[in-house]
Every structure is written in structure tokens, then in C-alpha cells.
């Protein structure tokens, strides 16, 4: 289940709720008892760092297409051209 972050616009209170995504959002502030609470964007928990997402792992032949190389999609070489 995803955490959300909330923060009251009437007090400024900021807390984090565990809820499923298919819950309703949070109104009241538990800090003021207003009905001023709204979800926050924030970053995910965790990166996916290193070498190898989709684009290295998943490939079905030996082309790879790393980020930042600007020959990638270019066709490979086989040495009879």
C-alpha cells in the first residue's frame, strides 16, 4: 500500500497516511479538525538505480541502446559491411 503525504491549508500541518489506492482521500486535519487537508506530490521511496532497467535486460538480440549514447540506434556492425 502507498503512503500519501498531506498537508492542512488551514494550519499547515503536514502528516503521512497508509492507505490503498482505492481510498478515499483524507479531509479533516487531525491538528485543527477543519475539513483543509490535500494530498501532497512527493517523491517515490526508492530509485532504480544501476545498470540494466528494460533496456539491457530485456533486449531480445546483442543491441543495446544506453542512455546517453548517441549511436543507439544505429544498426551493429558485423564485420562483412
Known amino acids: 500500500m502507498p503512503i ?6 488551514a ?7 497508509l492507505q490503498r489506492m482505492s481510498d478515499a482521500p ?5 491538528s485543527c479538525d477543519k475539513p483543509e487537508l490535500g494530498k ?4 517515490a521511496g526508492f ?3 544501476g545498470g540494466g532497467w528494460y ?7 546483442n543491441r543495446k541502446n544506453l542512455a546517453g549514447d548517441s549511436k543507439g540506434s544505429a544498426p551493429a556492425k ?3 559491411d
Open 55 to 61: 533496456e539491457t535486460d530485456f533486449k531480445s538480440s
Open 40 to 43: 501532497l506530490v512527493s517523491a
Open 4 to 9: 500519501y503525504e498531506y498537508e492542512c491549508k
Open 11 to 17: 494550519c499547515g500541518h503536514r502528516l503521512e497516511a
Open 78 to 80: 558485423t564485420g562483412t
Open 26 to 30: 483524507l479531509k479533516d486535519c487531525p
Open 47 to 49: 530509485r532504480l538505480k
